[in-house]
């Protein structure tokens, strides 16, 4: 009863978290299918990981890892608000589909815990900033709907079948390891490609959409924080670092730390996406001792450092910690 399983967990955010429950010498049973994770990621903690190459639709064989756990940790997703418009069919299997399975192979299989990677996109526009649990959810893309749908299901399981659940709903995670070779990555991964590529960024839109920007460190604190705090079963909570910047801010931002000058192009805003976006985190730090240690600034530069000594480890033809920067 003390095994913890990492769905997601060859993902950018999961082995971000593997390598936090390894630091305290858990063994960890990772379920991915590899489509967007990688297992260079976990390269690091990989004797203490055992991984189990399964696709969330596929209740049979996720089952008897989850079985039993004592924690688990649903953060298997096809990510992206524009993936899910592009292709709804695959996002919509693996959010819905896969996290009903992992809900449900949970509770038939008496789970302590299980914490789920819900995503501030559930909110869409809201007239008030920062966005606080209590408001009424606004979907705007497919993606979001599938998020907010595992919400729903973490608390009816909670309320129908006694199992534990906590939602974390994530703000624009970023970091070391976040893949930016997709036109799905996240917006500060691809930003740092470009930096260090001396190449000018696409901004979709005008540039004064916002974002709460969460060091990814610090959702790795909250995720163990969020499977130990006591009362908090059924609950939903906000995961962010509580303040917001426009990507015209931000892109200004990396050009000051790097010392460049170089302008943004700007394109047509993306359909489905969300204006403004701010955590207000008062019920995580409440219930669960949620305390942001990371200001945007630091954890840009920690991510740029990052991507910069990957990028020089593969030309020096070294194993990177990740295939990123191809
Ligand atoms: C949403 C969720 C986030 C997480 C994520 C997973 C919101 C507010 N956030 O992130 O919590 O669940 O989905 O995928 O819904 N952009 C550019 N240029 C680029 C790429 C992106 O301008 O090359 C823009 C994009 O149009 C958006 C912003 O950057 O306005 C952030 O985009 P993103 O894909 O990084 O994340 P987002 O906000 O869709």
């Known amino acids: 009863m003390n095994r913890y399983v990492v769905t997601g967990g060859a993902g950018f955010i999961g082995s971000a978290l593997v390598r936090g429950l390894s630091a305290e010498g858990r063994r960890v049973h990772v379920i991915d299918n590899l489509s967007t994770g990688n297992l260079d990621n976990l390269e690091e903690?990989?004797?203490?990981?055992?991984?189990?190459?399964?696709?969330?639709?596929?209740?049979?064989?996720?089952?008897?890892?989850?079985?039993?756990?004592?924690?688990?940790?649903?953060?298997?997703?096809?990510?992206?608000?524009?993936?899910?418009?592009?292709?709804?069919?695959?996002?919509?299997?693996?959010?819905?589909?896969?996290?009903?399975?992992?809900?449900?192979?949970?509770?038939?299989?008496?789970?302590?815990?299980?914490?789920?990677?819900?995503?501030?996109?559930?909110?869409?526009?809201?007239?008030?900033?920062?966005?606080?649990?209590?408001?009424?959810?606004?979907?705007?893309?497919?993606?979001?709907?599938?998020?907010?749908?595992?919400?729903?299901?973490?608390?009816?399981?909670?309320?129908?079948?006694?199992?534990?659940?906590?939602?974390?709903?994530?703000?624009?995670?970023?970091?070391?390891?976040?893949?930016?070779?997709?036109?799905?990555?996240?917006?500060?991964?691809i930003f740092m490609k470009c930096l260090i590529e001396r190449r000018s960024p696409t901004i979709f839109g005008d540039g004064e959409q916002s974002r709460d920007f969460t060091y990814v460190e610090d959702v790795v604190v909250l995720l163990i924080k969020a499977s130990r705090a006591n009362g908090v079963s059924g609950k939903v909570f906000n995961a962010g670092n509580g303040n917001r910047y426009t990507l015209n801010q931000t892109w200004k931002l990396l050009q000051k730390i790097e010392g460049v000058e170089i302008p943004a192009l700007y394109g047509p805003p993306r359909p489905g996406d969300v204006r403004d976006s701010q955590a207000d985190v008062t019920a995580a730090v409440a219930e669960l001792g949620h305390q942001p240690r990371f200001t945007f600034e630091q954890g840009l530069r920690l991510t740029l450092e990052w991507y910069r000594a990957d990028l020089a480890r593969k030309q020096s033809g070294r194993k990177a910690g990740a295939s990123v920067l191809v």
């Open 45 to 189: 903690v990989a004797d203490q990981v055992t991984v189990h190459e399964y696709d969330l639709r596929d209740y049979n064989r996720i089952a008897p890892v989850i079985a039993g756990a004592y924690r688990v940790f649903h953060l298997g997703a096809l990510p992206s608000v524009p993936k899910s418009i592009q292709d709804p069919v695959p996002s919509h299997e693996a959010n819905i589909d896969g996290t009903f399975n992992v809900f449900r192979a949970a509770a038939d299989g008496k789970v302590g815990r299980v914490v789920y990677a819900a995503s501030s996109s559930a909110y869409g526009d809201t007239e008030v900033l920062p966005k606080v649990e209590t408001m009424a959810p606004r979907p705007k893309s497919p993606y979001a709907v599938q998020k907010l749908v595992g919400e729903y299901y973490a608390s009816a399981f909670a309320t129908c079948f006694d199992l534990e659940t906590v939602s974390l709903r994530f703000f624009n995670v970023f970091g070391p390891r976040q893949d930016p070779t997709s036109v799905y990555s996240g917006v500060l991964s």
